[in-house]
């Protein structure tokens, strides 16, 4: 699955391309339309609701989740475009980029919101407060 790892290269795209086969490049379009746009909308919400259960106020900050989400969309539908493809030589390197692109934003942006999570319960663990 293309869209686990941190970005991906036109070699990694055909192996996957190629590895899947027509059927299985099928079944990938399926999944990444119908299942895995749920799952970016899940854990946006729960990213939000945890921000603002620890009384996160920044517009900002609270705009991450949303944006991971908007770029793992992205992602979903690039990769399905891709993965559509009659044959690999079909898939422009524009297409890879912009894929992967997708792919890092999210990534960046989980992960940043992970860490503003991390850092919000640790200080209201060191410091015992409800206003932190």
Known sequence: MLDLSFGFSGLDVQNTFEALGKKGRTQYIYSSLVLDTVFPIIYGLLFLALLLKLQEER??????????VIFDLCENISISVMMSADMFKE?????IFFSSAFNQCKWVLCTLIITVLL???GKKAILGSKNV
């Open 59 to 68: 517009s900002f900050i609270l705009s991450l989740p949303f944006m991971a």
């Open 119 to 121: 850092i919000r319960v």
């Open 91 to 95: 898939i422009s390197e524009s297409q």
